[in-house]
């Protein structure tokens, strides 16, 4: 569809591709006479098809540099907003955090350079398409407000491998993976609301926040340029610095004449396309010594995560050895071990002895992670979030702070924790009752809690099987809530 409209000699034209509907035109500018020499004009605007349902792409062109203010809402609602980053003549946004099946009304708003006068305004409404049933079959029962107004969750939906979406704090689906059977295990999020990259089937896909494909590595060519026979990159990509990911790989050597399968790290920038090994399990370990009670030569270590930190250093975790390593910002050396074979410390009460994940030294010494308790000492099942102080003076490690569902929920497997910027904790217990024969308890279910234990959030999530993790997130693609009675870009 196209319209055409004419003001002050300036040709206007709209132009809708796919779903969205025009079904408002204000020009706010004509009404009043010509608009200022000054002023911008509005030269194109549309909206190109893309493949998520509730992510659209917009563009603006002008006729002269200026700014651009775009406000998205629901009937009634305040809505969400979207600024142009400097002057230009040409301008592209992302509408992200769009619930499906609804009809929003946008306003875009021009504004001269230099001026916070609004100029000419464009309204018209963009109907999004309903969910696909997978997805719609979920449910997320939600109690209290969140901080973060959005979730990222990794859910694993029957009949599918898994499904990367974003909720938001009413527990709506508002972001989804259109192709939802392609996640292994590790979306890492990339900064200023770049995107996400995904570890799927095939290799890591970095995506845009309207599902447009940036970068991709495929693991049969990272495979032919590693020089290996295979190139598995498994439940972890995380961002790094700039363009930069570092990627979990599995690795193997043989030793006494048997081979094992262990972790290494790679390292890839997805702009200058550069594959580089960063450190390998069998540059600091032996099978034959360094093992958990399951071990086997197919899963040495079973290392589930990865994280920055504060001294650039690296954080691993590995589950079969119940032990978190922090290697240097280098990756020349191990700075200290938590728990396993070699711990640097004795860790009270046992509680590096029942398998992690997602380990954050969110202080220096300071260790937070998600204590599964599939292999707990005395056979009791529960699952925590702990945080631990290191000593490293006395080599002691204790728990200094947790938190504990009640009723107990035991998560065996997958899970994950965060810490906030405000001292709240997001904690998710990701494994649904009897799930693969385990005595898993569930529900799942994220919590966030305050520094005092006290639960300000509950997201109960049905119909899903697993969800390897929740991750908590400020924006998708750079929208911001409009507050009301605030005029919009102020």
Known sequence: MRLFDRCDGRARRLRSLGPLVVSTLVLAACEDGPTLPEDPTLVSLEEPAVGATVARDLRVELDRPGNVVVNYRLPGEAGLELLSSQPAEEHAFDLTRLRPGMSYDVEVTLYAVGSDEPGLTEAFT??????????????????????????????TVPQLDGAPIIVDAAGEVVWFREASDELLHGVGVLPDGRGFAI?????????????????????????????????????????????????????????????????????????????????????????????????????????????????????????????????????????????????????????????????????TNRVLLFDNGLDRPGGEQFSRAIELELDPASGTAEVVWEFRPDPDVFAPIVGSVQRLENGNTVAAFGTSPGFNGLPASGPIVVYEVDPAGDVVWRMEVGGASLLYRATPLETIGGERAAVPGVRAGS
């Open 126 to 155: 963009v109907q999004t398409s309903p969910l696909p049933a997978h997805l719609a079959a979920l449910t997320f029962d939600v109690t209290g407000t969140p901080t973060m107004p959005l979730t990222m969750l990794e859910v």
């Open 199 to 363: 570890n799927t089937r095939e290799g890591v896909a970095v995506i845009g926040p309207n599902q447009l494909q940036e970068a991709w590595l495929s693991e049969t060519e990272a495979a032919a340029r590693a020089g290996t026979g295979t190139f598995e990159i498994h439940h972890e990509v995380i961002h790094r610095e700039d363009s930069e990911l570092l990627l979990l790989v599995h690795d193997t050597g043989t030793v006494s004449d048997t081979v094992w399968t262990g972790e290494a790290i790679w390292s890839w920038d997805w702009e200058s396309d550069v594959l580089t090994k960063l450190w390998s399990s069998f540059d600091q370990w032996s099978p034959v010594d360094h093992r958990g009670a399951r071990t086997a030569p197919w899963d040495w270590i079973h290392s589930n995560a990865l994280s920055i930190g504060p001294r650039g250093n690296v954080l691993l975790s590995s589950f079969w050895t119940h032990e978190v390593a922090s290697i240097s910002s280098d990756f020349s050396s191990i700075e200290w071990m938590l728990g396993g074979p070699v711990s640097s410390f004795v860790v009270a009460d046992g509680a590096m002895d029942a398998g992690q994940h997602t380990p954050f030294e969110v202080a």
